[in-house]
């Protein structure tokens, strides 16, 4: 019996087995093994799965062996890009453009034959090789061995001598052992390096998750969701489209990497966009390069030469489609499984985060109402007691200015002036009987009037205070008069409201200006009135909002002079 002990690298006692003493028996021993080189070698290579977890150094130092091993003057290995389809130079020792990527199509040279035809090769004299590539001038002879995983090529051992004859058959066999091993070191690297991904992809998508789900702000949200999405698989960028089906449009609302320039602003018509796919089919499309020239009349896609793939994950919601997360990559990649679960789990968070920003929305929106809708309802009961505590002092003034008897005679403006003294008090006690009676107007106050002579009228109610800021007024009443069928009172506190509006928006004087015009409607004709001023404007933060009840932005406003003249 003789006992054979295996020192690691370490001087460490690594494995001790016992064999039969005496002469081998042929019938039992693998030849490849009787090489003296095998061993020491495949025992190193075995090692290296369990001192690094990183496939780059783990290729060179197996190239550095493998060209120590042969007393090779030059190697590389090479491995098949699922992406591409080509094989890719990863590590090379002794070629003089060493540290410069090369790949090949699948058959071209002997590493491409033996990739394509997954056999080893080996050639004596390259000068006599047909396939042989001319890479190094000074190589003679060169021997190759596919690295082979489950019966799947994904990579070739590459060796060059500058001697003829330099490598023997017995070295491709042990190559061919070397190769086999390399291909269990390198799966094991790539699963490790697997488990890692998925590991910090998880935490991301986790992390994700809770960040979203706080987000209460849709534009924080869709910059939140497009930012973890890129750093979640290491993307050139990623872009979330809003879609709008009552529209058919889709707008770009986030973009990730502000080097690249974005899609045009704006709503985009759905059947000029690239999302418009994901939309349809409700499923996850990936589009290999859109680059070619199929893709360049799209409009959402960014203006950057540098995307090429894209994973347009659509976001979904009760069969809804929401919007679509696209993932750009910066070379052709084609988005395996994983990432493809990974993009749909992030576009489910994303699609319930949204469902919830839209929720807490409608909330805040019905907060807002119900405090209005309290503080009119406190305010009409105010208005009732002041409208009951009006009424009798007004009735008194009606009686003493009838039993004045003053008479004017025609073409003095005082006669006007008594004129609209009469109907202004006509109008307060109308006012006060509605307040009281929380009715409408009754219908037999609708008559017939010229619009002009209602709008000439509510500015000699106003002159005074339009002299006094030094605003001047244009008005010009139409050649032909145009009539209404309306409630003169309701059509004047509208004209008194947006004029004292315009009036208060120009403090250092300014002009107004009136235009009266007759428009035909889808129905009938209506008469349409247009006051414009030279003031300051409203500001666009609030344009929006400018009939709401209590909003005002001038100090000392109650902010119910426009939303009471929309109501009318």
């Not at 979640?232 to 990730?256: E, I, K, N, W």
């Not at 894209?310 to 979904?316: D, E, Y």
């Amino acid at each position: 019996m003789e006992i054979l002990a295996i020192i690691n690298d370490s001087g460490i006692l690594d494995r001790v087995s016992a064999r039969p003493s005496g002469p081998p028996h042929s019938e039992n021993r693998d030849p490849k093994f009787a090489d003296p080189r095998a061993l020491p070698a495949l025992y190193r290579l075995a090692a290296l799965a369990t001192r690094t977890d990183e496939p780059a150094p783990a290729l060179r130092e197996m190239l550095d062996l493998f060209v120590a091993t042969f007393g090779a003057d030059a190697g590389s290995i090479g491995l098949l890009s699922p992406d591409t389809g080509r094989l890719e130079t990863e590590v090379q020792v002794g070629a003089a453009t060493e540290g410069v990527a090369h790949d090949l199509k699948l058959g071209h040279g002997i590493t491409g034959w033996c990739v394509l035809n997954r056999r080893s090769l080996l050639v004596a004299d390259v000068a006599f090789e047909p396939r042989y590539i001319a890479v190094r001038p000074s190589a003679r002879c060169e021997m190759a061995a596919p690295i082979q995983s489950d019966d799947h090529v994904v990579g070739v051992i590459d060796l060059e001598s500058d001697r003829v004859g330099g490598f023997t058959r017995a070295d491709l066999a042990l190559l061919e052992l070397f190769a086999g091993e390399a291909a269990c070191v390198m799966q094991r690297l790539w699963q490790v390096g697997h488990l890692k991904v998925k590991a910090r992809q998880l935490e991301s998508l986790i992390t994700a998750g809770q960040s979203l789900v706080t987000k209460l702000d849709p534009k924080e949200l869709f910059d939140t969701l497009t930012r973890e999405a890129r750093t979640m698989l290491q993307v050139r960028a990623c872009a979330f489209y809003l879609h709008d089906p009552a529209h058919g449009t889709v707008r770009c609302a986030s973009l990730t990497n502000a080097a690249i320039v974005p899609p045009p602003e704006g709503h985009l018509p759905l059947d000029s966009c690239l999302v418009a796919s994901p939309i349809h089919t409700h499923h996850q499309v990936w589009f290999a390069d859109i680059q070619s020239s199929e893709y360049r009349e799209l409009l959402d896609l960014p203006a950057d030469p540098t995307l090429r793939s894209v994973l347009a994950t659509p976001m979904l919601f009760e069969g809804k489609v929401l919007g679509v997360v696209a993932m750009f990559t910066d070379r052709v990649h084609r988005f395996d499984n994983d990432e493809k679960r990974l993009c749909a789990a992030l576009a489910s968070l994303g699609s319930v985060a949204l469902q919830n920003v839209q929720l807490y929305s409608r909330v805040f929106q019905s907060e807002d109402v119900l405090r209005k809708n309290e503080r009119l309802t406190t305010l009409g009961l105010l208005a009732a007691e002041i409208a009951h505590e009006i009424r009798n002092p007004l009735t008194v003034l009606k009686l003493l200015q009838g039993g004045l008897g003053l008479d004017f005679p025609e073409g003095d403006p005082r006669r006007t002036d008594l004129r609209v003294m009469s109907e202004k008090l006509d109008q307060l006690e109308a006012i006060v009987s509605r307040v009281l009676t929380f009715a409408q107007a009754p219908s037999s106050l609708h008559s017939r009037w010229s619009i002009a002579d209602i709008i000439e009228d509510t500015l000699v109610l106003v002159r005074l205070k339009l002299a006094q800021s030094k605003v001047s007024v244009r008005f010009d009443p139409p050649p032909r008069p145009i009539f209404i069928e309306a409630h003169k009172g309701q059509i004047q506190q509208v004209l008194l409201n947006l004029l004292l509006n315009a009036t208060q928006a120009m403090p250092e004087g300014g002009t107004i200006a009136l235009v009266l015009t007759r428009e035909e409607g889808p129905g009938a004709p209506f008469a349409c009135v247009e006051i414009s001023d030279t003031g300051t404007g409203v500001s666009p933060n609030i344009r929006h909002q400018i009939f709401d009840s209590f909003l005002s932005s001038r100090p000392g406003g109650t902010g119910l002079g426009l939303a009471i003249a929309k109501r009318i």
